[in-house]
């Protein structure tokens, strides 16, 4: 006993104690950002979490803005932390990706991602792989080739609505339908809902303690995930011998499949992928379309500017007759309910990197290897950037307003080399749906239903309202 003492002192408490004080003097020396590391180990975790469940979109961050200012340290979630709520730091993390910075994500995440997920990706693989998820998302591509399955299926979706929906639900779905779509030119089927229920598990996980042992959601998540990566390699097998046989589609998935200067992806390497794309575009665009519907519904004014300017677009069209590129193009007051709900309720609050090195930002030093959140959300929050920051108020974004933020203030979308590759679908996706639930319902929310932002940006009901069917009867 007396023996395994002494092994416990010489080789874990002692270099555990030189390690704590070779770390505190060094921390003394570099000059951290302002703040509070809290309790040994929790930090201020819990704080964190208790702060998220109140409808005050950012308590944490404000709290400790107020006491530090915009750079402050913290410690949650097991590790030092560097909070920017500074646009100029924000955007100085996101333009050196990969020299001072390098996003991190825990390991529970990669398992259920994939490794060769886009997200985790790192180096020139991640610039190839970058380059060509935005050359299957951009404007040219979404005008001449997915607007029209956008229109379709978004119509499609709301011609089932009657009395009460759960609108996060809904959106959800839709979204799922949209990128099948677009990623594998799947239409809706019982083959894609089977899928999106193991889906639905796998993101569940997501929002779960990662402990196998202690989590049934994360347990069902890794086995969820397995069957979707099961059933996405059948596709990826079958769609090689299509193309072997000289079969050409002009979806990602062929993308992926047509191996160029670099050499080919492997099965599992492209299953990742999309498993990735499908995780980065559901949870983000079916919460702003939920959220735009929850903001216009309380205030009534942008809902009739909004709705009018549909009914301009649908009355110089026919019946049932799809949306076009030059119809997006004039959904001007759209854009800014766009805007203004990406900046009032973004679920992405902020995003998470890791230091390569030690970086001197502001008189401050942020040592190398602590992680740093630069939060996008408390920017868009900020009083100083926004008038009445925390009143929905898309007149905010009219030109002729004058109330037009600074250039990079607003990053719903990120920037730099991790710039969303979605953030033009997204908006398309959003537009679309706007326009065919104003010109074809109208709606009162089925009861109260509170906006919380932890473990992530939702309504508490998901969103349930009470739909009628305007007079306009549309036939695909
Ligand atoms: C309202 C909807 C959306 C929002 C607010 C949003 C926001 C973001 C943000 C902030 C990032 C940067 C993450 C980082 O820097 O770590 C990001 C990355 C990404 N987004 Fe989106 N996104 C949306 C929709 C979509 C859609 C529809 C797609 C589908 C193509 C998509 C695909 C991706 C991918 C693949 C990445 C990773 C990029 C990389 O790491 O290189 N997103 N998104």
Not at 159 to 166: A, C, G, H, Q, Y
Not at 234 to 239: C, E, I, T
Not at 252 to 275: K, N, R, T
Request: aromatic residues 10%.
């Amino acid at each position: 006993m007396a023996v395994i003492s002494l092994y416990l002192v010489f080789f874990v408490v002692l270099p555990a104690i030189v390690l704590i004080a070779h770390w505190s003097s060094r921390c003394r020396r570099l000059r951290l950002p302002p703040g509070s590391l809290g309790l040994p180990f929790v930090g201020e975790t819990l704080q964190l979490i208790s702060a998220y469940k109140t409808e005050n979109p950012e308590p944490f961050i404000d709290e400790r803005v107020s006491r530090f200012g915009s750079l402050f340290t913290t410690h949650v979630f097991g590790e030092p932390t560097v909070f920017s709520v500074d646009p100029e730091t924000n955007r100085f993390i996101m333009q050196n990706e990969g020299k001072l910075f390098e996003c991190s994500y825990p390991g529970s995440i990669s398992n259920l991602l994939g490794k060769h997920s886009l997200l985790l990706m790192k180096g020139s693989l991640h610039k190839r792989m970058h380059s060509l998820t935005m050359s299957f998302a951009n404007s040219s591509i979404i005008r001449d080739h997915l607007l029209v399955d956008i229109d379709r299926l978004i119509r499609l979706n709301l011609d089932s609505w009657s009395d009460r929906v759960l609108l996060m639900e809904e959106a959800k779905k839709i979204t799922f339908e949209l990128t099948m779509k677009q990623l594998m030119s799947f239409d809706p089927c019982e083959w894609t809902e089977s899928l999106r229920k193991e889906y639905v598990l796998v993101i569940e996980g997501f929002f779960s303690v990662p402990l196998p042992i202690f989590s049934p959601t994360y347990r069902r998540a890794i086995k969820a995930r397995t069957k979707v990566a099961e059933a996405l390699s059948l596709v990826v097998k079958q769609r090689r011998k299509e193309s072997e046989l000289g079969e050409k589609r002009k979806d990602m998935l062929a993308a992926l499949v047509a191996s160029d200067d670099h050499g080919s992806f492997s099965d599992e390497e492209i299953v990742d992928f999309l498993v990735a794309l499908l995780v980065a575009g559901y949870e983000t665009t079916s919460t702003s379309m939920t959220l735009a519907v929850k903001f216009l519904t309380e205030t009534p004014l942008a809902l009739a500017q909004i709705t009018e300017e549909h009914e301009q677009i649908r009355a110089k069209k026919g019946e049932g007759e799809a949306l076009e590129w030059s119809d997006y193009k004039s959904m001007a007051f759209t854009q800014c309910v766009v805007n203004e709900t990406l900046r009032i309720a973004n679920i992405i609050g902020g995003i998470f990197r890791r230091t390569m090195t030690d970086i001197n930002v502001k008189g401050y030093t942020i040592p190398k290897g602590w992680k740093v959140f630069a939060s996008f959300r408390g920017v868009h929050l900020d009083h100083e950037y926004f008038k009445d920051a925390r009143t929905f108020n898309p007149w905010r974004w009219q030109n002729n307003s004058g109330a037009a933020c600074p250039a990079n203030v607003f990053t719903p979308f990120g920037g730099g080399q991790r710039l969303c590759p979605g953030y033009e679908l997204a908006r398309v996706e959003l537009s679309v749906f706007l326009h065919h639930l104003v010109t074809r319902f109208s709606w009162t929310p089925a009861g109260e239903d509170k906006l919380v932002f932890f473990p992530t940006t939702r309504t508490q009901k998901r969103y349930p309202i009470n739909v009628q069917r305007r007079d306009r009867v549309q036939t695909m």
